[in-house]
């Protein structure tokens, strides 16, 4: 199994700054993409930014540039720093990690992670 803890959630005033961390553990072979969702109340989970292993990004046009992601793969660790933060940027914030995990004698198994989500609130 795969274990992704997330942390770095808080509340922060319209126009500041917040960096979330998740690190993910287990029988990990090989992670392909990390990325970050959110959901806010009463809305469905929305994308927000994935990374590759290679370092190739994606972004929500809501927060191409406003937040990074960022990966260290010697750690299984993806980051996501987020500035000039919106209120509407209020959301429960969800890591996802999909790779290969190792089953010893019995080869890889492909997985798909999520971690329990840290709470970002932002006051206008």
């Known amino acids: 199994q795969v274990q992704l803890v997330e942390s770095g959630g808080g509340l922060v005033q319209a126009g500041g700054s917040l960096r979330l961390s998740c690190a993910a553990s287990?029988?990990?072979?090989?992670?392909?993409?990390m990325g970050w969702y959110r959901q806010a109340p009463g809305k469905q989970r929305e994308f927000v930014a994935t990374i590759t292993s290679g370092g190739s990004t994606n972004y929500a046009g809501s927060v191409k540039g406003r937040f990074t992601i960022s990966r260290d793969n010697a750690k299984n660790t993806v980051y996501l720093q987020m500035n000039s933060l919106r209120p509407e940027d209020t959301a429960v914030y969800y890591c996802n990690a999909m790779g290969r995990t190792n089953r010893g004698p019995f080869g890889t198994q492909d997985f798909n992670a999520w971690g329990q989500g840290t709470q970002v609130t932002v006051s206008s």
């Open positions: 287990g029988n990990i072979f090989s992670i392909n993409v």
